[in-house]
């Protein structure tokens, strides 16, 4: 009865504190998941996960005149991360390979790219030799997104052959220029569309996260018919992609199969590439640097002097840039000054641990050999 009163008199009844209380705790909850996604979104920009920002048709005047069928190139605004180290993490594969790959026999005996050479086909002995010094650090550096702006991709393969060079490969004129840059002494990498967390069409043939392997390889292998030059892939975009160990053990299963290498790009800190590859056993390597993503040519020599001082420190570094008018005319500033200071520009492969045989390479050359004809 005084329960009762007590309600009469002005008291809360049960059923409205029950309503109460719930809508307390809806709105903490809702708090919560507010704040996940903040905290969600300023990881991404940390990480650099949030990277794929098209660029628009201006790099084109920038360099050269270009026909009215060249198309902007999709190059991703990739914010520089430090490499993870494989140590720091381990990979549980959902999905364990049905049966580990071997290597393929050696160069001469290996069906390059499961295809017959056609006839007339460049050999390794008619690619020019890059000039390289015999000792100091090393280091590689690689052109993306190649293969769409054709005035670009030239100012790319004028380059020092040393400069290794990655292909889109859904260019009207992939297949051409990458032969050409081949021809020129560059290896060449299949840049391989991968999917991203962030909302941007990485491009037609995309390897996306939940394809069948079957349709994983398929996709490989078209797009390697379209750079039939490469040696190996790097990914282009793929924070997501890269990040998935079931659909990358599968990319990498079949770039061993092929004799290949790949490098990781590493568009996100979540990448399991490195770590995987390793298991294994593909050649690999991992960017150490981002040399444009502010086009200001004091920033890229900035970024140029991080990558000389980590390969002071490690013996070697890798960076990855685009052919941008700025960035192509750094390079062949920077380039002569960085041999006097003891910098060796290497072809990519020349880093690739373990080490990578394949006929499309620039030196085939035991460790330890000079580099230089």
Do not use: C
Request: charged share 20%.
């Amino acid at each position: 009865m005084i329960g009762d009163r007590r309600h009469r008199i002005g008291g809360t009844p049960p059923r409205q504190r029950r309503i109460s209380t719930l809508e307390r705790r809806l709105g903490v909850g809702l708090s919560l998941v507010a704040f996940g996604f903040l905290s969600g979104y300023v990881v991404g920009l940390v990480t650099g996960e949030d990277e794929y920002l098209p660029i628009d048709v201006a790099i084109a005047p920038a360099a050269g005149p270009t026909s009215s069928t060249d198309q902007a190139p999709n190059m991703a605004q990739e914010t520089p991360t430090q490499p993870i180290s494989p140590a720091s993490y381990r990979v549980s594969l959902a999905v364990p390979l049905l049966v580990p790959s071997e290597r393929p026999p050696a160069p001469g005996q290996a069906d390059v790219n499961r295809r017959d050479s056609a006839a007339g086909e460049p050999t390794l002995a008619d690619v020019p030799r890059p000039d390289m010094p015999a000792t100091g650090p090393m280091v590689a550096i690689v052109i993306d997104d190649l293969g769409l702006l054709e005035a670009a991709t030239e100012s790319a393969i004028a380059l020092h052959p040393a400069f290794t060079l990655a292909f889109l490969p859904y260019g009207e004129k992939a297949a051409e220029l990458a032969q050409k840059a081949h021809q020129a002494g560059h290896e060449v990498l299949l840049h391989m569309p991968m999917e991203p967390d962030g909302p941007v069409d990485p491009g037609p043939g995309a390897l996306i996260t939940g394809l069948a392997p079957e349709e994983i390889r398929e996709r490989i292998s078209l797009a390697l018919d379209r750079v039939p030059s490469a040696m190996g892939l790097n990914n282009h975009m793929g924070s997501r992609f890269t990040a998935d160990a079931e659909a990358m053990a599968v990319v990498l299963d079949e770039i061993n199969l092929r004799g290949m290498m790949v490098l990781d790009s590493v568009t996100t800190p979540n990448s399991v590439v490195s770590e995987l590859a390793k298991a294994i056993g593909v050649p690999s390597e991992s960017r150490d640097v981002f040399l444009d993503n502010d086009r200001d040519p004091a920033l890229i020599h900035q970024q140029l002097d991080e990558l000389e001082r980590i390969a002071q420190v490690t013996g070697q570094a890798i960076a990855l840039g685009h052919p941008y008018r700025e960035t192509i005319a750094v390079l062949e500033e920077w380039l002569p000054a960085a041999r006097k200071r003891g910098i060796r520009l290497v072809p990519l492969s020349r880093l690739a641990q373990p080490r990578l045989h394949h006929p499309m390479i620039a030196a085939q050359l035991p460790d330890g050999e000079e580099d230089s004809p």
